[in-house]
């Protein structure tokens, strides 16, 4: 449970910081982790992106002070970090339906986004199958795009990769590659630093680097298994997120911050659904 008690921390420094700078490298200081991970960890517990659940924030505490002062509407955007009046107006509207100006008069509904807190509840008790497996370090070959920071972004900009790899021909030859383990077809988001983000369709083999392809080392380590059946983007995603509020807390381990590992059977067309993997490195606590 320490892993969320760091991730609380975390929220109330944004929290108190909503009407100043907001730093994500101290967040994820504060979180014990990289800014990267900190905010790919965050979107997968509060599904959305953290760049969001603070704009929501600071919309709703403008929208308390427009509506219960006589602040002008310039100041009100000033204070929560907009130079100028046409982006609070527009990040305003995104959140509220209405500008800033008409959330003065009575009678008008907005929304409020309360701040998150995390915790742990009792849920269903529903089983989450895993396996816990020791690999040497595993050599990948396939295609990459390069990512962002932006979680958000990220899941904009993967499942047209996807399309691209089937539609050009490549998908046949990067399965014809695979002959290591995991044996299937890998989805892989690889942190390399903060300017080189890639997210890989690949797989495992000790197979020549074909031309126009990239290989990719990921250093030796302790990884829990989850195995899931459904349409993989659901249950991929919902891997995730029990991973980190049901199954981490309690286990004695702590993330270790290398590529996550989504592994999909081999197929001429791209898989949609069926028995699929994720592979999380972890490590123990120290």
């Not at 700078?21 to 900190?38: D, G, P, R, V, W």
């Not at 982006?87 to 998150?116: C, D, E, M, T």
């Not at 049901?246 to 059977?265: K, M, N």
Request: aromatic content about 14%; hydrophobic content about 35%; charged content about 25%.
């Amino acid at each position: 449970m320490e892993w969320l008690k760091k991730l609380s921390n975390a929220i109330d420094y944004i929290e108190s910081n909503l009407d100043g700078e907001i730093s994500y490298e101290e967040a994820a200081k504060i979180a014990c982790c990289s800014t990267y991970y900190f905010q790919r960890m965050f979107s997968y517990v509060a599904g959305i992106s953290l760049s969001e659940y603070i704009r929501r924030r600071r919309m709703t505490q403008a929208a308390f002070e427009l509506q219960s002062t006589d602040t002008r509407v310039l100041d009100v955007a000033l204070k929560y970090g907009y130079t100028s009046p046409t982006s609070f107006n527009r990040a305003f509207q995104n959140v509220h339906g209405i500008s800033p100006a008409a959330a003065k008069s009575q009678g008008r509904v907005l929304n409020a986004y309360p701040p998150i807190k995390f915790s742990i509840q009792v849920t269903g008790g529903s089983a989450l199958p895993y396996r816990i497996e020791e690999k040497e370090v595993m050599r990948i070959v396939g295609t990459r795009i390069p990512l962002t920071g932006d979680m958000e972004e990220n899941k904009k900009l993967v499942p047209p990769f996807w399309n691209r790899v089937l539609q050009d021909g490549k998908f046949p030859e990067i399965c014809e590659l695979s002959n290591q383990f995991p044996h299937g077809v890998l989805g892989i988001t690889a942190y390399q630093s903060s300017n080189e983000i890639y997210y890989y369709i690949a797989v495992a083999t000790d197979k020549p680097v074909p031309e126009k392809m990239f290989e990719y080392e990921i250093p030796a380590a302790t990884w829990v298994i989850f195995e899931c059946n459904g349409h993989f983007k659901e249950s991929v995603q919902n891997v995730f997120k029990r991973f980190l509020t049901e199954w981490l807390p309690f286990s004695g381990y702590t993330y270790a911050e290398l590529p996550d590992i989504e592994v999909y059977p081999i197929s001429k067309e791209r898989p949609q659904e069926g028995y699929s993997e994720v592979w999380i490195a972890i490590k123990k606590e120290s």
